[in-house]
């Protein structure tokens, strides 16, 4: 299928805001997801947000979607050296089961 | 609790040797998943089911195979035909509508 779009490296100091963004393929996705992966460890659900909603705020995270340019960010208020990971947004396809990951954006928080 | 649980967590396999990796939840999820994951390539689909007896190829089944007899089991089988099989597996599943959850993963090494 087509590729869901992220930039692969994000390097940011702590106590810095950070934006990861995200271009998706399906205009019809129902929910689209945020994933954050630590070293050596599965995925873990960060966040998602729901087709019909522009922008959902969840303590320090704050996703926004923008239905018509297929663009969602996740941004991550007072970034910390443990928001150091990779993560992933993910699209929800038409058979109402599978996700379409992207590659993974790696942030770097540094002191 | 409810949860995905994979194992081993480490797993050294031997040249033509054919392994499996035990993938199990219950969380009485219809579908399961299995990805593989290398560096810097994202999560790729291995193969998926959504319903027991029954399950389709991702996009790198070569080399691959699985079963499910029960909803809780989707076990993987890593055959002698898979040529480059030293990666990161993660299971996941979901039920329809929702994200899925994610194993913590198994590390197969070819020695």
């Known amino acids: 299928g087509e590729d869901v779009e992220q930039s692969l490296f994000l390097s940011v100091r702590e106590g810095d805001s950070s934006v990861i963004n995200c271009t998706y393929t399906?205009?019809?996705?129902?929910?689209l997801y945020w994933y954050k992966q630590e070293p050596g460890a599965g995925l873990q659900l960060l966040t998602y947000i729901f087709s019909n909603m522009d922008m959902k705020q969840d303590q320090r995270l704050t996703v926004l979607l923008n239905k018509k340019d297929k663009h969602l960010s996740l941004r991550i208020a007072d970034t910390q050296t443990g928001d150091s990971a990779i993560y992933f947004c993910?699209?929800?396809?038409?058979?109402?089961?599978?996700?379409?990951f992207g590659k993974g954006t790696s942030l770097l928080v540094t002191p | 609790d409810g949860g995905i649980t994979q194992s081993p967590k480490y797993l050294f396999r031997k040249e033509g040797q054919n392994v499996t990796l035990s993938c199990e939840q219950n969380l009485n999820h219809d579908a399961m998943y299995w990805y593989r994951q290398d560096p810097g390539q994202g999560l790729r689909l291995i193969y998926y089911s959504q319903i027991v007896n029954d399950f389709q190829k991702g996009d790198i089944a070569e080399g691959y195979s699985v079963s499910r007899e029960k909803k809780e089991s989707f076990p993987l089988t890593v055959t002698s035909a898979q040529k480059n099989p030293t990666a990161f597996y993660l299971c996941?599943?979901?039920?329809?509508?929702?994200?899925?959850?994610f194993g913590s993963g198994t590390r197969l090494t070819v020695v």
């Open positions: 993910a699209e929800s396809l038409n058979s109402g089961y599978a996700l379409n």
């Open positions: 399906d205009s019809s996705s129902t929910y």
């Open positions: 996941a599943s979901s039920i329809r509508g929702n994200g899925y959850t």
